[in-house]
């Protein structure tokens, strides 16, 4: 697959003029096939033929309102990318081609899963080999959005998407270093991950173990990163923060991010929310003895195990808020255990969150009480790897197990939702959680009785899960 990301333009019906022309007479027609989140129906927004191409002014119109509603709007506020398969690759459905670019727009950072208010977009597809999209740099909250180090970011979101969906599979031969042979694609899709997603990974990490914003600063900067603090010109309070890496000697400046620029739900607004409401460990709640810290293990995995069944229970439904404070809990496990069993977790909770969804940058909502139970648990099982994590190796596997029997019941219940895209992540999110529990399908061997932290029972929920996806 390969990607260009076009020169930014001012016109927003020249762009879209330009995705809808065909490059020969033999191109089939262009078709859209995907649009923004709450676009409503895409045979409303598909532009009528007229002689000579397409009447795509009513498009135009739709896709700039946020533009002549924003407080600013950037000098070159359209952009545009087009995706491409290699002759050599399978062609993609339409259906996948939609998937694709939404995975694309969330990697990037334009418009992440579950964010309602990210900038408009359309994608049009010319048979099943190519795909234009076209997006305005102006969210529909009024904020622009700067899409910076953006070509980086979609090369990034293209190996990914290579990899899930399979595409230019590398045969077995020693090439590795000749451009453009699949062997050197192969060697392109191990590249180690983005500087955007080795951030998201760490501050989420930070997160979820502080107890205030102080805690939150000193922890970013004890793991070796360098923080910013936006402040207020009005009363100079803090109003934001960015993160960068260390820059290394005779290597240029390492790009920096924002919260927002990371997730939705790591803007400091939403931190500072989710801090208030999950109650600080008291030197009485947080285990010391041998015993306590079995009661945490076992209490997080009745808790995870309780989950993944009210996956199938209609009546009994998991809030968005709940199941963000479970994927925590994977992030929070990945502090337990060694590299670069660490990377793969932290990389599976992210992978959960995509599939969760629903999440905004405003504030929290009023708390959910098994959310903030779930996101204390979360950091408890945090603080014990920091304090000792050469005792947590078998209750961390068994979490890990029960973590991979709540991906399941999640992707069958996107799968049956028709949230393809949702249900990929979380499938992805399960084979690696099983793969890191090494045992394919079968809960880790309980450890023998003189070791500290037994594991838990198994209770899987997960063939009721499947039978409602039928």
Known sequence: MIIRVHARGTLVVAAIRRAYAARAVTDPAPQLVAAWAGSGELADLEPAPRPGGYDTTRLAVLLAEPMRAGATTPTRP????????????RRLT???????????LDEAGLAPHGDRNA?????????HARVDVVATLVRQDGRTEPASDDRHRCAHATRNLEHRLGL??????????????PRAAATRRAAPPSARERLRRQVRSAAVVATDEDDFVHRLRAAGLRVRLRRSRADNSVTGYAVSRPALPGMDHPPWFGGGQLAPDLTLTHLRARWAQTPR???TSTPTTAEQWQHLWQETADAITNAADDLARPAQPLSAQAAHALADILTATAITVPQPQAH????????????????RET???????????LRSLARLVGLMGQLSSDRTGAAALQLVYLLAGFADNLAALRQSQQRRSQAAAASTAAAR?????????????????DQPLPVAPLRSARPAARSRSR
Request: proline residues 14%; charged residues 20%.
């Open 78 to 89: 359209v952009w545009r990318c087009t995706l491409e398969l290699d002759p050599t690759e």
């Open 94 to 104: 339409h259906q996948e081609w939609a998937a694709a670019v939404r995975d694309l």
């Open 119 to 127: 900038v408009r977009w359309i994608a049009i597809a010319h048979g």
């Open 168 to 181: 230019a599979t590398p045969p077995p031969g020693p090439d590795t270093t000749t451009p453009g042979t």
């Open 281 to 283: 460990p008291s030197e």
């Open 344 to 359: 793969r977790l932290a990389h599976a909770a992210e992978l959960l969150h995509r599939a969760i969804g629903e999440r």
């Open 363 to 373: 504030p929290l909502p009023a708390a959910d009480a098994r959310a903030v139970h």
């Open 433 to 449: 959680l099983h793969a890191s529990a090494g045992r394919h399908g079968r809960p880790p061997a309980t450890p023998a009785p």
